[in-house]
């Protein structure tokens, strides 16, 4: 009989946004709310420019980036010059899922989800890494 797995195929790009798109619907009031109007994108990796930027030569390095004006960054009269992006980075998370081995892939990806919208609530790596310790315990 021949193993399950020689049918798989990875999660498309389709599957991953459909991923998101069910954490994003999973987060309690006032957070979905409050980052309703970010776009949130799915590729593959992230491009020349971006890695250039972030000063990272692999591509496996960034699972997720948050561009725009985090909410607390704008001017209080009117909307964002652009929508926030969230971009979510399919191989490196299925790298990192496929890694670690102990947590489920939509898990993963909720996680890197809400660690960019916390950058999106104005939130750095440091305070965003105490708040998780915080929900953890």
């Known amino acids: 009989m021949p193993s399950t797995w020689t049918t798989q195929t990875a999660p498309s790009l389709d599957d991953f946004a459909r991923l998101a798109r069910e954490a994003f619907d999973a987060l309690p009031e006032p957070f979905r709310s409050l980052a309703g ?5 799915v590729d593959d990796f992230a491009d020349e420019e971006t890695l ?3 000063e990272m030569e692999d591509p496996f390095e ?17 909307p964002a ?35 960019e919208i916390g950058h999106h609530f104005g939130l750095d790596d440091d305070r965003i890494d105490e708040v998780e310790g915080e929900v953890d315990e």
């Open 37 to 41: 109007e970010v776009v949130i994108r």
């Open 52 to 54: 250039a930027m972030m």
């Open 62 to 78: 960034l699972t997720g980036l948050y561009h725009g004006v985090d909410i607390g960054g704008r001017d209080g009269l009117g």
């Open 81 to 115: 010059p652009e929508a926030s992006r969230i971009f979510l980075y399919r191989r490196p998370i299925l790298d990192e899922w496929c890694e670690r081995g102990d947590v489920g892939l939509s898990e993963i990806i909720a996680h890197v989800l809400i660690h």
